[in-house]
């Protein structure tokens, strides 16, 4: 019997701050200029998944969830489905076990400050595409 082969789904998140002309980017695992991201649990939907990521890593709550766009992503065989959503306030606390530092860039500059060619930075590119 032929079965579809396994692969984890997972949400990255462009994260607004309050005022909605600053965009979160994160530095992660030695990575720097990153989106906020995790791994979606079993049971739960992806918009769960978003509160959950932002506020386990930034200690961050957000509000306006909405789905931006997915992609797979084949170094570690997720589907990366992207959301946007902004912060209630910027009263978070980072998780130390899980992001390095974090920094709130203006919106006209947030391509110059990401990764080059990652997938974090695509889906800002899409995102602002559509605005």
């Known amino acids: 019997e032929w079965r579809y082969p396994?692969?984890?789904?997972?949400?990255?998140?462009?994260?607004?701050?309050?005022?909605g002309d600053r965009i979160l980017t994160i530095d992660q695992y030695g990575k720097e200029g990153i989106l906020v991201a995790g791994y979606v649990l079993q049971g739960d939907g992806l918009e769960e998944t978003v509160v959950r990521e932002v506020l386990?890593?930034?200690?961050?709550?957000?509000t306006d969830v909405a789905f931006n766009a997915s992609r797979y992503f084949e170094p570690s065989n997720p589907l990366m489905c992207n959301f946007t959503c902004r912060a209630t306030s910027t009263e978070g606390q980072l998780n130390p076990y899980e992001v390095d530092a974090a920094r709130w860039i203006p919106v006209e500059q947030i391509l110059d400050a990401m990764r080059p060619n990652s997938l974090a930075k695509w889906f800002v590119e899409q995102h602002l595409a559509k605005r």
């Open 6 to 19: 396994p692969f984890n789904t997972a949400v990255s998140v462009i994260v607004y701050h309050p005022d």
């Open 56 to 62: 386990e890593e930034t200690g961050l709550a957000v």
